[in-house]
Each structure stands twice: as structure tokens, then as C-alpha cells.
């Protein structure tokens, strides 16, 4: 886009600006009830306004934010929502999860539906998700017995762990997006910093709060789970290989990008240009996506000599965008407030304040999502305000890969804790779990408050050394 027009703002107006921003946005969002999507767009349009982008420019300012996160964003959400729906309407969790159980042993059952939740939250919102897992749940609860919390506050920690740390679930893409990080980095330390904090604040501390609820009953508000016969479900092996190839592809791009970086490989290496084609998170995705069409859904239909496939895969695929078009516009929105923050010179000032007041930014965008998240529940939204409110200071620090990925992390740890009654998914587990309002917020509350603190202290420390 052409040079915007910008008039001259003191530093302290600025930053009264900035403030004034974030206030009227947790206003419109939590006390007016306006969409965070509508929201987001008035208080950018608003916000260029006053720091002095001119009239004829703000709007193309906006439109330059939203659509560069769009670009990114619709094309790994998407692609997400319809493989976890193959995932979801092909058996293939049920597989995944009978074989876990297998493999662990009905003392382990616990351990191993947390571990099938893991594999399972990867490509999967975590409301979709955990309601697609909740009806296995159920039946493995009933046939070993004991307290239901025994074996659903683990997988409760697993998804809440993949659903706020790792791309491609909309937080993480969202915050990595506007602020500049490669996603596949993202991804290598949302992992490194996400699997030992599910193992301890996810699995180990549900483990601990059950004993709290040694009677509590498995609910039937979902009645029976469906059992998908054994001939009509994906083998393990495939639903295994089908659920890494995306996280295997975008390591082979990091790996090949981090070698040309280093001077090991030229640009014209076949296999460095080929990790750039294959290896881009929305590609990854793409061709998984495909691959698990054609494997979960086309093959094992053909084999049964069913219906004709196409008009009934254009439906599954339309049943797994259609919910996500929300989250894409929100954050869109939220990229377009990063940029006018960026154009107008408040994100320099911000991280000028924060030098000043010597917080780091890591830690400053932990408490900002933490802010928004009480404010307004959404993880999703917390992440990308968070992220749209410090790219500009992380873009003029020249952070690293790996730290810059650090930061992105953060920012999602605190966007998933202190979850309470004005969060969706905090009635969502509670009503499915058959939880009162006070059990709810000492078990799903209490996990996802611990998963932020501790993935944020691993962050950190990720941060620190790659600095």
C-alpha cells in the first residue's frame, strides 16, 4: 500500500491513545455485547483516527491488516476444521483410542485416553474435539468404573494444552500471524514447552483433583457413544500417520530454512525449495487434508461398495467450515488493529514503556492476554488482541526465530487461564460433564490456570536461552 499520511502525536498522547483503545474494546466486547469481530474493526478504524493516520488512509489501513492475517489464517483454520471432522465422522477417533487403551492396560486408562486426546486435539477445536472424545470417555468410564473424573479431567488437560499452545488452532495461528513468527517454529516450541506441562498441570494435577470426587457418576445427557464397526473405521497406523504428517512436513521446512539461514544449503537446493513448497504450514495441511480424504473417506467407501461419495463429502466439508468462519473474521480483525497500532507508532512507544519500565516483553504479553481473557473469556480473542497489541514491539526488538516463537507461546498461556462463567467452553465441559458451576471452576478452571502458568515459566525459559 502507498505511504500513509500520519500526523505528529506526542509520546504521552500516544500512549493515552493506546490505553483508551484497549479499554473501549473490553467495553464493547463484555459489557455491550458487541461482537469481538465488529468490535475489533470500530476501535481500529477509531483508534487510527485519533493517533492521526488520516481519513483517507485509515480504511485501506485496516483492510491491509486484515486481509495480510486472513491470507494466512482462513487457509490453517480451515484446513483444520475438515480434517478434524474426517477425523470425527470416519471412526477414526474411536480407533485411536481403543488402541491407547490397549497399549496402556485399563490401570492406565486414564493415561490413555489423555494420550488419545492429545493425538486427537491437534487438528481439533477444543469444543468439537472434546465432545467428538466425551462419548468414549463415557464408555470406558462405565466398563472399568470409579469416579468419571478419573478419566475425563486428563483428557480435559490435553485438550486445553493443544487447543491454547499449538497451531493450527486459531489462538496460536492468529497471535504467530500478526506478530511475524514462523509457525513452524511456533509449533516445535509449543511442544517442547506444551507436552511436559500437560504431563504435570494436565494429567497429573487431574489425577489429583479426582481423588477430590471419588462418586462422581458418568452422565447420560449424551446417552450411548456410537460404535462405528471395526471394517468401517481407519486403522490406527494410518490415523497415526495421517495426524503427524503435517507436524513431520512443517519440521522439514523449519530444518531446510534453518540450514540455507546458517549458509549450509544454497537456495537453489532441491530439497531446501521443495520444504518451501511442502513444508509451509497452510501446504502441510493441504496435503494432509487431501491424503486423509482419500484414506478415512473415499477408499473404505469404494471397498463397501457405498453411495456415491462426492455430494457427501461436499456436505462433510461444509459442515466443518461453516462453524469457523467467526473465528476467522475475528482474526482478521485483530490483525487489522495490529497494523494501525504499527502505522501509527504506538507499538514503538508501548515497547519504548516497557524498556522504561523494564518488563519484559515476554512477560508483558502474558499479562495482557491474561487481561483480555479475564475481560472476555475467548481464548481466541485474548491471543490475537495480545499478539496484535505487541507485534509492533517485538518487531523492533529483531528477536530470533525461536524466541520471537517463545513469546507467541507466552501470549497463548496467558490467553487460557482464570477461565470462568463468561467463557463458552466453561459451560460447554461443565454441562457435558455434568458439573455444577462451583465443581467447574475448581477442576476445568483450576487445569487451565495451571497450563498457562506453567507453560508460560517454560516460555520463558525457552526465551532467555535462545536470547
Known sequence: MDEVVLAERPTALLIIIALVAIAVLLVLI??????????????????????????????????????????????????????????????????????????????????ALAVASLFYAFPIFLDAGFIVMLPIIYAVARRLGGSFMLYVLPSIGAFLM???????????????????????????????????????????????????????????LLGEPKDYPENERPGFWTIM????????????????????????????????????????????????VLLAMVLFYVVPRRRRGAEPIGGLLEDLVDDALAPVCSIILITGAGGAFGRILTETGIGKT????????????????FMIAIVFRVAQGSATVAATTAGSIMAPAVTSMNLGAVALAAVVVAICAGSITFSHVNDSGFWLIGRFCGFDTVTTLKTWTVIATAIGFMSFGLAALVYVVAN
Open 241 to 288: 500417520f495421517v495426524l503427524l504428517l503435517p507436524l513431520g512436513l512443517i519440521f522439514f521446512n523449519t530444518v531446510f530454512s534453518t540450514l540455507e539461514a546458517d549458509g549450509a544449503v544454497t537456495e537453489d537446493n532441491v530439497f531446501y525449495q521443495l520444504s518451501r513448497l511442502i513444508g509451509t504450514t497452510s501446504m502441510a495441511l493441504l496435503i494432509t
Open 350 to 365: 508501548l515497547a519504548d514503556g516497557l524498556d522504561a519500565f523494564g518488563l519484559p516483553v515476554i512477560l508483558a504479553g
Open 162 to 220: 493443544m487447543h491454547a499452545l499449538t497451531p493450527p488452532h486459531p489462538g496460536p495461528t492468529a497471535a504467530a500471524t500478526v506478530m511475524g513468527a514462523d509457525i513452524g517454529m511456533v509449533v516445535i516450541v509449543a511442544l517442547l514447552v506444551g507436552l511436559p506441562t500437560w504431563y504435570l498441570a494436565g494429567y497429573r494435577l487431574g489425577l489429583l483433583i479426582a481423588k477430590r470426587y471419588p462418586d462422581m457418576p458418568v452422565p447420560t
Open 30 to 111: 463484555v459489557k455491550v455485547r458487541l461482537h469481538a469481530f465488529f468490535s475489533l474493526i470500530v476501535v481500529s478504524v477509531l483508534t487510527g483516527l485519533a493517533a492521526g493516520i488520516s481519513m483517507g488512509d485509515v480504511v485501506s489501513v485496516v483492510i491491509a491488516g486484515f486481509s495480510n492475517t486472513v491470507g494466512t489464517v482462513a487457509l490453517l483454520v480451515g484446513f483444520g476444521a475438515v480434517l478434524g471432522r474426517l477425523v470425527e465422522m470416519t471412526g477414526g477417533a474411536q480407533t485411536l483410542s481403543d488402541r491407547m487403551l490397549q497399549r496402556f492396560g485399563e490401570k492406565r486408562a486414564p493415561l
